[in-house]
């Protein structure tokens, strides 16, 4: 299970978590029970009573089973923020590569590209005729299985078209895993506005060198962090001046998600 590392306009790096080769097969099977009991509701309790002739029954199967049954995939997802039933029951969703929501256009392209749809919407009839055929028919999946194995994202043939991805909705990201930090204070002023140089990676480094277990050699380590950073931001004796290099490197912080969010 791969991650997707997305940055937002705040300049907060999110990852989200690819789904489960196993979550997803569970997904497409629940799609799968959707769809053939709304085939065998339909075709026992409403087109058994409404066959008066041969063209009534067809008219009645295209419109009533054959074009839902057809269209439930994309519909689902383009209505229901990128997830089946299947989708939604196993906490997984279709996302944009960067984090977005999908257009629907990347709904539409990842549908119809899909080659491993068409065994979902014959299912029903291959059960009815062959469950040999429902064998058979999973051939057709293999591109897309091998296609998620081997994707750095584990992306479908069709996703890696459309540009979209299938995260794990239920991995709950963290805002305080990211280098953000609320800053309450309406007058505030950043100390040291030169922070704005550093990168996102730099900013992260420092709250992680913040977070770590505070040693003799941390302490030590802290302070050469500090002292180059100084060096490079060229803001003078800040040390010297009674500020001690944590300190300094929680203001920096603080300067930085201020700055960020304003």
Known sequence: MGTIAVTTPFNIDLEFQTAPFGRRLLAWLIDIVVICLYYYIMMRF??????HSDNMAASGELFLV??????????MEIFF???SLGKKVMGIKVMDVNGLE???GQYITRWMLSVGNLFMYVVPYIILLSPVLFVFFLVFYLPDVISV???AKSQRLSDLAAGTVVIDNRHKININETIYLQV???????????VMRLTDKDINGIRNLLEAKRTRDMETYTDQVAYRIKEVLQ??????NGMESQAFLKQLLKDYNFLTQN
């Open 46 to 51: 409403v087109l058994d009573i409404s066959r």
């Open 66 to 75: 054959v074009i839902p049954v057809l269209v439930y995939q994309p519909l």
């Open 81 to 83: 923020n990128g997830q």
């Open 102 to 104: 999908p257009t629907t």
């Open 149 to 151: 194995a081997v994707s």
């Open 184 to 194: 309450d204070e309406t007058d505030y002023k950043p100390m040291f506005p030169q």
């Open 235 to 240: 803001i003078e004796n800040t040390i010297e």
